[in-house]
């Protein structure tokens, strides 16, 4: 696809399905409750009635929790910071402040001087050029230029020409398709895992009405599906790791979280805490 391409796609999609984007999710809606189209397939379909409208700085990661290193770094220091920090493959490089990113490396571009046991060589020579997106952009634009600069990693600026966070192909594309996960990330509950006290782990993905139905209890939202965003929306912002709420009988904990959704969380029933 070229520029652009993908608003491009939304808009198509709107026209030959809907006039507006919430008749076409009624009728997503209705396909689903007759069977015709999968749970999955709903969620990726609503997704990209949304893409258009969210903008980067929903997604990014925001500057606080973003693993950065300074121009004074060397070869190994960025290595350390990869494996211990379970950073991402590129690593922004900062001089002074995260405000002054000055550059990228990437983890393939350490290999060599590793292997030639050039731990200490400054990792100044090995940089790339950083590309920033400002924060008002829309993620079908940061996808679109993510393409055409082949690029899978962008730092996200405010109005001041300041460091907001970052933001990597595969957090755009999650919005679409949800979480892409790989071998190193932390296992999570698929679904419901049911405990001889009474108690339950529930993953943050899991609909409404299926907690409701397993966990008995009458959880229902005009706005949202799942139990995860059943509890940020109920808070107005993402719960915290830790954080609990009592609900029907229940307390909710939330077992595991980040900046942009809750992803497993335990409901049990507060005679047991």
């Known amino acids: 696809m070229d520029e652009g391409s993908d608003s491009r796609f939304t808009t198509i999609f709107k026209k030959l399905f809907g006039t507006n984007g919430q008749q076409l999710e009624e009728h997503i809606l209705e396909a689903k409750a007759e069977g015709e189209i999968e ?8 997704n990209v009635l949304e893409f258009d409208k969210k903008h980067v700085t929903e997604i990014m990661v925001p500057r606080t ?19 211990s920090q379970g950073a991402h493959s590129r690593i922004p490089i900062f001089q002074d402040t995260k405000d002054h990113i000055i550059g990228v490396v990437h983890a393939k571009d ?14 100044i020579e090995l940089l790339r050029l950083a590309f920033f997106v400002p924060e008002e952009m829309c993620l079908d634009d940061v996808l679109s230029s993510f ?3 082949k690029l899978h990693m962008a730092i996200v600026q405010d109005e001041y020409g300041g460091t907001s966070g970052m933001v990597t192909m595969e957090d755009v594309l999650e919005e679409i398709v949800g979480e892409i996960a790989d071998e190193y990330d932390q296992e999570r509950p698929e679904e419901i895992e049911e405990f001889p006290d009474g108690s339950f782990v529930v993953s943050g993905r899991v609909p409404l009405d299926e907690v409701s139905e397993k966990c008995l ?27 609990f709420f009592t609900l029907q009988g229940r307390r909710i904990t939330i077992l595991q979280a980040d900046e942009r959704q809750v992803w497993s969380l335990k409901i049990a029933p507060l005679d047991e805490i």
Do not use: F
């Open 110 to 123: 350490l290999l060599t001087p590793l292997l030639e046991g050039e731990n200490d060589k400054p990792i």
């Open 147 to 149: 393409k055409r600069e």
């Open 217 to 243: 209890l009458n959880l229902e939202s005009p706005d949202v599906d799942s139990i995860g965003g059943y509890l940020a929306a109920m808070s107005g912002r993402i719960p915290n790791q830790g954080e």
């Open 65 to 83: 929790d973003m693993a950065c290193a300074d121009a004074s770094s060397t070869v190994k220091d960025i290595a350390d910071i990869i494996i």
């Open 39 to 46: 749970s999955d397939e709903v969620s990726m379909l609503l």
